[in-house]
């Protein structure tokens, strides 16, 4: 599936793998939308190729600072990156 003004810019297996990579990309301020195909979404999560395959996109505009976020995440240079995560989760009692 395609969506007009969109680009797929890579193909992984596994909605955690999707979602990791959607959300590296939006950190980096790209929009992402996730297409998948087949029963992926169904009751039973399904992990094996091609019925667990999930096309990530990106507007066309972005798809190249995209893919040089992707080649940086691969080539590891995310890792031992200092992160500003809050040290207790966030108190909801009103």
């Known amino acids: 599936m395609n969506k007009t003004g969109w ?8 909605e955690i793998n999707a979602e990791l990579l959607r959300g590296l990309l939006e950190a980096q301020g790209i929009q992402v939308w996730l297409s998948q195909e087949g029963i992926g979404h169904s009751v039973y999560p399904v992990n094996i190729s091609p ?6 996109l990106v507007p ?27 040290q207790e989760p966030p108190n909801d009692q009103g």
């Open 7 to 14: 680009e797929v810019i890579a193909e992984v297996v596994g």
């Open 51 to 56: 019925l667990g395959k999930i096309e990530i």
């Open 60 to 86: 066309a505009e972005q798809s190249e600072a995209a893919r040089a976020v992707l080649e940086d995440y691969h080539a590891g240079k995310f890792e031992g990156m200092e992160w500003d995560l809050p």
